[in-house]
């Protein structure tokens, strides 16, 4: 073998040999973020939650408002003065002071509360199913910041499987066993590998800064360690009626029937009544009033308002129909996916443990002259990839859990409500 040859796998042995020790250092993990239940019990700090409990308690003030009545209206009104002979002066004028009354008749106050508090009930739904999806997006946002934890130590470990490999082959070429082609080889490999574990941690970093916002924890996470990714699931479906966005459309729908009430009450004369006295100046005399006053409907009679409440109604009825048919869709959807997910998880780690027994045989034949290195390194891509496709399995099945527990109503990897 020349020297150029037998000089060339040194440096590139030492350069292993420096790189090794340094990654093996390592991150130092500290500041873990809470547990996903601990976080999930913080939701209400979340600006959504914030958001839609303000929501439903203005729905709730406004259930109050409708139930009061109008207030009364006091007139006070002057006449016959400032004019000729008796009614020149002030004093001879009649003052009357009258107090008046809207009666609400009809049914008006009843039908405007029964609208308001359909209202609020649809506010509160809305608001539990904000709840619902800030859990949804935590849960998510926590198993991608795991994934990516997994996925940087995967590539660490990747790192170190391709720089012991490329130790391995320099050695072989130094004695002659392999050609320098190896070499060059096995250090472009333990190159790409470092470039892989510099993006896994970029990633890993950019995944815990958005649980960190999405959180809202007070100082910045570098690393989690309740998994959630391995949490158990259970597929207890309920009726398709009782998801919340069916509810949401339903409260919704009852809504908009009552308004068609409001508007046919509103069609009705608005009858007001008034009772007052009235000084007479000239005779120095008193007298009761009452009275009763009406709109007359001879041009507007509420119609357009009444037919616009019914196609309202009509529309509303539409999205619960449509709200029932994609509940019904996306939970036969989430189920199947759900499950698929546990048998795709069940076979990734079988799959990671056949990949790490062929590495291990690959390793000890290739050590021993009997493998090539290609098979050595067609065996640890294998492994590589194994084990990020079982950290992939365990990511969708966390997204179905998602899925199912927004149809079901809870919080994911909550139990049912």
């Known amino acids: 073998m020349s020297p150029t040859i037998r000089r060339r796998p040194r440096p590139a042995v030492g350069c292993a040999l ?16 809470p547990a996903y239940a601990e976080l999930l019990a913080r939701l209400d ?14 729905a709730e003030a406004r259930v109050r408002q409708a139930g009061e009545r109008p207030n009364p209206n006091l007139s006070l009104a002057a006449e016959n003065f400032g004019g000729s002979g008796p009614y020149s002066g002030f004093g001879g004028s009649d003052v009357s002071l009258s107090l008046s009354q809207d009666l609400e008749l009809w049914g008006r106050r009843p039908a405007r509360v029964n609208v308001a508090r359909a209202e609020a009930g649809s506010a509160a739904l ?39 490999d490329a130790r391995a082959a320099l ?13 060059v080889q096995a250090e472009s490999e333990a190159a790409a590998a470092r470039a892989s ?58 809504a908009a029937e009552r308004r068609i009430e409001v508007e046919r009450v509103n069609s009705r004369p608005d009858i007001t009544a008034s009772f007052g006295v009235t000084r007479f100046g000239i005779e120095n005399e008193t007298a009761l009033t009452a009275g009763l006053s009406l709109p007359l409907p001879l041009f507007n ?6 037919d616009a409440a019914r196609a309202e109604h009509r529309a509303a ?31 990734a780690d079988a799959g990671v443990k056949a990949a790490e027994e062929a590495y291990r045989l690959s390793r000890i034949g290739a050590d021993a002259g009997r493998i090539s290195q290609l098979e050595l390194r067609v065996s640890r891509t294998a492994l590589i990839n194994a084990r990020s496709a079982a950290v992939d399995a365990r990511l969708s099945r966390v997204r179905a859990e998602i899925d199912l527990a927004r149809l079901e109503g809870r919080a994911p990897f909550q139990g049912n409500p």
């Open 301 to 306: 009679r509420n119609q357009g308002a009444i």
């Open 126 to 164: 809305r608001r539990d199913l904000a709840f619902i999806d800030a859990g949804g997006r935590l849960a998510l946002t926590y198993a991608e910041a795991e994934a990516a934890q997994r996925r940087a130590r995967l590539a660490e470990e990747g790192l170190a499987l391709a720089l012991a």
């Open 45 to 58: 700090q979340t600006p959504a939650a914030s958001e839609a409990v303000a929501l439903a308690d203005a």
């Open 18 to 33: 420096v790189v090794l020790a340094a990654l093996s250092a390592g991150p130092a993990w500290a500041e873990p973020a």
């Open 317 to 347: 009825q539409a999205r619960l129909l449509k709200a029932r048919q994609d509940a019904h869709a996306d939970r036969s959807a989430a189920t199947v996916r759900l499950a698929s997910s546990g048998s795709r998880v069940s076979a």
């Open 197 to 254: 574990l510099d993006e896994a941690q970029a990633e890993h970093q950019a995944a815990l800064a958005r649980l960190t916002a999405v959180a809202m924890l007070p100082a910045p996470t570098t690393s989690i360690d309740a998994s959630l990714l391995d949490a158990a699931v259970s597929v207890q479906p309920p009726p398709v009626d009782s998801a919340p966005t069916v509810r949401v459309a339903e409260s919704e729908a009852t």
């Open 171 to 183: 050695v072989l070429v130094e004695e002659g066993r392999e050609p320098i082609l190896r070499g």
